[in-house]
């Protein structure tokens, strides 16, 4: 018999941004507990916009669980939060998205550390130098120091804990750095950015600095946040061809509304056509093109196999991976194989 600190995680009732809330209970456990070992717990939902305080019990379901690097018999267990009846609570975006194992996603998470409410690196009242030397900076006038130490911490803790965190840069603006999660399916992938930013919030709050996921939170010539979602199926691996590319992309094209509005708010802020982006109400792919909806790798067009991944540039640092990926989904089942 051993105990266990397990911390539970889930998301809140905010919009149009949920918030991460985690609590944590000790148990006695024989062995290491699996998943299915974990117990449903509950929580005050009138306090996190998810109840009415006269009924106010949400139950937390854990989804996916894994071993917390920073404790010993620790454990991070992600949950769907559900209502008494055990039916998906309407917070609960995770319950009943499109999945699909054979699909991959790369998630480029790019976000802001801020202290004292301004990026790291900014100066009291004013401006550090205009972009330029910041994008996979090095030396302290570019990265400054904490930047750096944070997300190398969190890129060790996130392998500690077997989430498939797969790299940092720092970023274009000051302050601004990114890190790219792969998962096999919508789920696997999504949980694990929401785990990723669950430990880099926790960690930050040791440095008195805070993670701004907005995707422009500085006006100007300053760079927003992005979540790139890089996609591939089964059949865009092994099979891919153009026809079956320019069927897509017209499919991704007819379904752009649809797109954008599960892609983070505020996005028009952001997609503006400059900044290496396109603008929120255009649709375009072109190769290598950062200022493309989607841009097509070099290694996809290779021999003019149209084989490989593409990567939507749309969705932004604020945007719900569940819904980002299940929207992806949708558009690529409109679109025939054959
Ligand atoms: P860039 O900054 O040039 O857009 P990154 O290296 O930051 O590129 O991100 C590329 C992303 O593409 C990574 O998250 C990686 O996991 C993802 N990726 C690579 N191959 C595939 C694939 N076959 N399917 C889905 N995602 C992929
Ligand atoms: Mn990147
Ligand atoms: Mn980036
Ligand atoms: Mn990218």
């Known amino acids: 018999m051993a105990k266990y600190r397990l911390d539970y995680i889930w998301l809140d009732g905010y919009e149009p941004v949920a918030n991460l809330r985690t609590k944590c209970q000790m148990k006695d456990f024989d062995n290491e507990p699996t998943l299915a070992d974990l117990p449903e717990w509950g929580f005050d939902g009138s306090s996190t916009l998810q109840a009415e305080g006269g009924s106010s019990d949400c139950i937390l379901k854990p989804v996916a669980s894994y071993p917390d690097p920073t404790r010993e018999n620790g454990i991070l267990v992600l949950c769907e939060v559900m209502n008494p009846d055990g039916t998906p609570h309407p917070s609960n975006h995770r319950a009943g998205i499109l999945d699909d194992e054979g699909t991959w996603f790369g998630f480029e998470q790019e976000y802001f550390l801020m202290q004292g409410g301004r990026p790291l690196g900014f100066p009291e009242g004013g401006y550090p130098e205009p972009q330029g030397e910041y994008y996979c900076g090095v030396g302290f006038k570019n990265v400054g120091s904490i930047g750096r130490e944070i997300a190398d911490i969190h890129l060790d803790l996130c392998i500690a804990a077997g989430i498939n965190h797969e ?18 399916g919508s789920k696997r992938a999504a949980d694990q950015i929401w785990v990723a930013r669950f430990l880099l919030q926790r960690l930050c709050e040791e440095f008195e600095v805070d993670v ?54 505020d996005n028009h802020l952001r997609l503006t056509g400059l ?16 200022g493309a909806s989607i841009r097509v790798p070099h290694s996809f067009v290779k021999e003019d196999a149209y084989k490989g991944y593409l990567e939507d540039r749309r969705p932004n640092s604020q945007g719900d991976p569940y819904q980002i990926a299940s929207r992806i989904l949708k558009t690529i089942g409109e679109v025939a194989t054959a």
């Open 275 to 290: 900044h290496e982006t396109q603008s929120i109400d255009k649709f375009s792919w072109g190769v290598a093109d950062r």
């Open 167 to 184: 790299g940092i840069n720092a970023e274009v603006a000051s302050g601004q750095w990114e890190f790219q999660i792969f998962g096999k």
């Open 212 to 265: 701004e996921y907005h995707c422009k939170p500085l006006k100007g010539d300053w760079n927003g946040s992005g979540m790139h979602a890089n996609f591939s199926t089964e059949h865009m691996r092994s099979t891919g061809g153009k026809d079956y590319f320019l069927k897509l992309m017209d499919a991704f094209e007819k379904n752009t509304a649809e797109h954008i509005a599960a892609y983070g708010p």
